[in-house]
Nanobody, 126 residues
C-alpha cells in the first residue's frame, strides 16, 4: 500500500517561492500519478497540478499556470511542486494524493480510495 509524506511548506512573503515535496513509498501499480491539491479556509479543495507516471505528462491548473511547476525524481520516488511568485491567495493547506487521471482535458481525476498525504501549510503574507 502506498504512503505519501509531504514536506516543504512554510511562510513566505508575496513574490516568494517554495518547493513542496511528496515522497511516495510502496507500489505504484494502482495509480496513474500524483496530484497536488490545496484547500483554503472556507473554500473547496482545488486541484492545482499533477504528473502522470506513464509518460511524465504534467498539468497545471489555470489559476497557477506560469507560477507553479511539477516534477518527479524517479530515483527518490518523490514529486515536487515548485511554487513561484506566490500570492496571498495561494495560502492554503497543500496535499498530494494518488490520482487516476492527469490530462489537459480532464485535469486531475481521483476516486474515493486514493491515498492522501498529511498536508502542509503554505502561508503567503507580508
Amino acid at each position: 500500500q502506498v504512503q505519501l509524506v509531504e514536506s516543504g511548506g512554510g511562510s513566505v512573503q508575496p513574490g516568494g517561492s517554495l518547493r513542496l515535496a511528496c515522497a511516495a513509498s510502496g507500489s505504484t501499480l494502482d495509480y496513474s500519478g500524483i496530484g497536488w491539491f490545496r484547500q483554503a479556509p472556507a473554500k473547496e479543495r482545488e486541484g492545482v497540478s499533477c504528473i502522470r507516471y506513464s509518460d511524465g505528462f504534467t498539468y497545471i491548473a489555470p489559476s497557477v499556470k506560469g507560477r507553479f511547476t511539477v516534477s518527479r525524481d524517479k530515483g527518490k520516488n518523490t514529486v515536487y511542486l515548485q511554487m513561484s511568485s506566490l500570492e496571498p491567495e495561494d495560502t492554503a493547506v497543500y496535499y498530494c494524493a494518488t490520482i487516476q487521471i492527469c490530462s489537459d482535458r480532464s485535469g486531475l481525476g481521483y476516486g474515493p480510495f486514493e491515498t492522501w498525504g498529511q498536508g502542509t501549510q503554505v502561508t503567503v503574507s507580508a
